[in-house]
């Protein structure tokens, strides 16, 4: 278990140490693993996770107010301004 652990620096739990022993053909249940990795010190280190962000920056064109500016041209026809 201890090699298994060091093998992979560490990141490894107790239900990875627990599938890989299991397929090395050990018949070992995950609470076992769970408290001999506890007794022996073994905490594995823990992946900082990436905040999502949805972000993309300015994708496609902005649109041109037309409805200002139609709204514009008719009122300085009229004579009158904005």
Not at 22 to 44: A, S
């Amino acid at each position: 278990m201890k090699e298994i652990f060091l093998e992979h620096r560490g990141m490894y739990g107790y239900r990875r140490i627990t599938a890989q022993l299991r397929n090395e053909g050990h018949e070992i249940n995950h609470k076992k693993v769970q408290r001999l990795m506890r007794k022996e010190g073994l905490i594995c280190v823990q992946r900082k996770k990436r905040k999502y962000s949805s972000y993309k920056g300015t994708v496609g064109k902005i649109a041109d107010n037309l409805i200002g500016i139609l709204l514009q041209k008719k009122l300085t026809r009229s004579g009158l301004q904005m």
